[in-house]
Structure formats: structure tokens, C-alpha cells
């Protein structure tokens, strides 16, 4: 593969910094506290003002739904190896990637009615979407069952006449917090008889349909992600047309890995780009800080960790243009090792460099004057999210030790010995 970004990725890559610097960098701070005036109104579940205002601004300067390759409703949509410089852009900051209408779960959202929704679907729910007319959530997470297998799931899809009726109980469905938030994309059984990865299926669920509640939000290391969050939500006989389901009956497993795999890919490009931001800070704070006679910087400790977290950084950055690029050429389905790997290896890699800068800063580190806190904790989560760490180790050694199974004559492949 080529590993020079083309002169149109470098000029987006341009203007989109640029944009960071005139725009999203001076807001950080408004944006927190735009979010903590509203809870202190006693409802931070409004969407802050600071984004709406950038968003006209980003569509103006060309950098709006980046993220969708080959639809005819986003042509402005790039390839995921073109698109993954711009993303890790958008996640040096928690909350930018709103701003280009870039963001999850919205992004995968959109992707799956683009790839798996018929074309009423599509003109529904897909387009406003694309305009940024309302958000999405994605309900698949139950609190009941190990979600990350998905057979587990639980959540009842009955058919009755030209309806299918809901219940069932979700978590960690982000996005329904929003008071923007219009759709839902829910999984759950239409048939407990078929076989294992038949069973599943996904259906569109308008966020007003009755039978639908909130619960409660839930917080990740204290955080709430207001206005966003992360929700617990009831279904209880909810009804929908039998029009709403996604691509038919028991593809649904089909969908979740479909849908998966550019929500990861996107994660992980964010992922390099909080790292980026941590480096930076870590490495300012160092310059300007003194203890025990010399600066931070010149501590080889310091200087040591500041060495290894670029070559992380590096090495996570061309592992998952690796990834982009065989999704783009060969397929997901093809590059599902790749993207496994990135997936374990980016957030590790952004927690390690992201704890090493909250060490220089020391006490500031952990509090929120800093952003490093935040960061931490949403790459925690991203350890989990879309699959935990496990899940996707145990999928990549599966797919190592089928390299050295029997071949086809019945002969075992024998790795290659010192003395053989």
C-alpha cells in the first residue's frame, strides 16, 4: 500500500486543523461549561448551542459526513483509508466529531440503512440523517445477558399481522439521551427455533413510538456524556410496522457485523488522535514544569515514556491504515484480523499514553482542567464498546491457529524447527 496521504487528503487534513484551531480548540471550554449551566437549570439533556453554531461553519468549509464511502447521498463521503487522517483529527477533541456530523452511533447508523435499508427507508430516516436533521441511537446492549456474544440477546421481535411487537430491556444505547434523538436501530429475536446466527433481527424504531421509556442515563467513571449519553431503555410492546425491519428476518447477526466493523475502524482512528492530543500535552507540560532542580523534560523517566508513546502511536497509526485500506480493497469480511487487531491494540495504546501525560501533570492530570481525564475514560470504555478486548483476541487467535490446522490431504502442517 501507498503510505503517502493524496494531495486531497492533505489539503482536507489542512483545512480541517485549521478549522480545530479557529473553532474547536477556543470552544473546549465552552462546550463543558455550556453542558454544566444547562445542569444546573436542572436539565443537561439539551443540545449546547456551541455545536449548532459550528456546524453551518464545517458544512461551509466542506467537511461535513466525511465519513460514508460510495452513497450517492453523501458524495462528499471519502474512503475509509482517505477518511482515516480526518477522523483521527476529529478525536483530539471528546465532542468535535458532532460538529462534521461525523460521530457515533449515528455514523454506523447511517452506514447500516445506506448498506442493509430499502429505499423508503433510506428517503425516512437515512437523508435526514445525512442533513443533521435529528440523531440516532443504536439499541443492541441488554443488561441481563453477555451482549458480547450476540446470540445472547434477549429482546423479543414478534410479528403480529403487519406489525412486530417489541419488548424487551437495553443499555448502553448511546445517543438516547439526546432529546434530538428520532430513531432507533434495534436487534433482538424474531425466531428463538432458527439456527444460532439466524435468530436475530434488526428493526427501526421511531424514539416516539409508545411502549418506549427511558430509564435512566448511565455514567462512565462519573461521567454522563450530557446532552449524548448512555441510556437504559424499555421497549414494552412496542409496535412498528413490519416495513421498518431491516434487510428481513434473521440477517440481523449479518447487520451487527456489517455495522461493526467501520464502527470500529472509526474508534480507533479517534483513538490515535486522543493519543496525539496526550503526547502533545504531556510533552508542553514537561517543557514547562519544574521539580527537584530541572525541568520535567529533562527527567529520563520523562523522556523515556515520551519516546515509546511515538512509536505506539505510530505503530497503532499504520496498523489501522493497514485496516482502512483492506476495507476498502478486499473487503471487511476479508480484513476482519486487521480489524481485531487495531481494535485491541488502539485504545491500550491511547490509555498508556494518555495515563503517562496525566503523570506529568501530575495532580491537574486527573481533575478537569486538563481534558487527559475525559480522554482516559472514554478509551476505557472503548476497551468494551463494540466488542471487548477478549472477544476480539479470541477471534484473532482463531484465526492464527486455522493457518496451522489439517490441510486438505489430512496431513497436519508442522511449523518449521531448528534441527528439522
Request: charged residues 25%; hydrophobic residues 40%.
Amino acid at each position: 500500500m501507498n503510505f503517502d496521504y493524496s494531495p486531497k487528503v492533505q489539503e482536507m487534513q489542512a483545512r480541517l486543523l485549521a478549522f480545530f484551531d479557529a473553532h474547536i480548540y477556543p470552544n473546549e471550554a465552552r462546550f463543558h461549561e455550556e453542558v454544566e449551566a444547562n445542569r444546573r437549570n436542572g436539565n443537561a439533556w439539551v443540545p449546547t448551542t456551541v455545536i449548532e453554531e459550528l456546524k453551518p461553519l464545517a458544512r461551509k468549509a466542506g467537511l461535513w459526513n466525511l465519513f460514508l464511502p460510495k452513497s450517492s447521498r453523501a458524495p462528499e463521503g471519502l474512503s475509509n483509508l482517505e477518511y482515516a487522517p480526518l477522523c483521527e483529527i476529529m478525536g483530539r477533541v471528546t465532542w468535535a466529531a458532532e460538529v462534521f456530523n461525523c460521530s457515533a452511533p449515528d455514523t454506523g447508523n447511517m452506514e447500516t440503512i445506506e448498506r442493509y435499508g430499502s429505499e423508503a427507508q433510506k428517503t425516512e430516516w437515512l437523508e435526514p440523517l445525512l442533513r443533521g436533521d435529528f440523531r440516532s441511537a443504536f439499541l443492541m446492549t441488554e443488561p441481563a445477558v453477555a451482549s458480547s456474544d450476540a446470540t445472547n440477546i434477549e429482546c423479543r421481535i414478534e410479528r403480529v399481522g403487519d406489525e412486530y411487537v417489541i419488548n424487551g430491556t437495553k443499555w448502553w444505547s448511546s445517543g438516547a439521551g439526546d432529546p434530538r434523538c428520532a430513531i432507533y436501530v434495534v436487534m433482538g429475536k424474531t425466531n428463538p427455533e432458527a439456527g444460532r446466527h439466524e435468530q436475530q433481527s434488526m428493526v427501526l424504531v421511531p424514539a416516539n413510538t409508545p411502549g418506549v421509556r427511558v430509564i435512566r442515563p448511565l455514567t462512565v467513571y462519573g461521567y454522563d456524556d450530557a446532552p449524548h449519553g448512555h441510556m437504559e431503555v424499555e421497549l414494552k410492546n412496542v409496535r412498528v410496522p413490519v416495513g421498518n425491519i431491516l434487510l428481513g428476518e434473521g440477517r440481523g447477526f449479518e447487520i451487527a457485523q456489517g455495522r461493526l466493523g467501520p464502527g470500529r475502524i472509526h474508534h480507533c482512528m479517534r483513538s490515535i488522535g486522543a493519543a496525539e492530543r496526550a503526547l502533545e500535552l504531556m510533552c508542553e507540560r514537561a517543557i514547562a514544569r519544574t521539580a527537584f532542580g530541572k525541568t520535567l523534560a529533562q527527567q529520563t523517566v520523562t523522556q523515556e515514556r515520551i519516546a515509546e508513546a511515538r512509536c505506539m502511536i505510530e505503530q497503532a497509526r499504520l496498523l489501522t491504515l493497514k485496516a482502512a485500506y483492506m476495507m476498502d480493497t478486499v473487503g471487511n469480511k476479508v480484513a476482519k484480523a486487521e480489524i481485531a487487531m487495531i481494535k485491541i491494540v488502539a485504545p491500550n495504546m491511547a490509555l498508556q499514553v494518555i495515563d503517562w501525560a496525566v503523570q506529568v501533570f501530575g495532580g491537574m492530570g486527573v481533575s478537569g482542567d486538563t481534558p487527559l481525564a475525559i480522554m482516559w475514560a472514554h478509551q476505557r470504555t472503548l476497551r468494551l464498546a463494540d466488542g471487548p478486548d477478549e472477544v476480539h483476541r479470541n477471534s484473532l487467535a482463531k484465526l492464527e491457529l486455522a493457518k496451522h490446522m489439517r490441510l486438505p490431504g489430512g496431513e497436519v502442517r508442522m511449523p518449521i524447527t531448528r534441527g528439522s
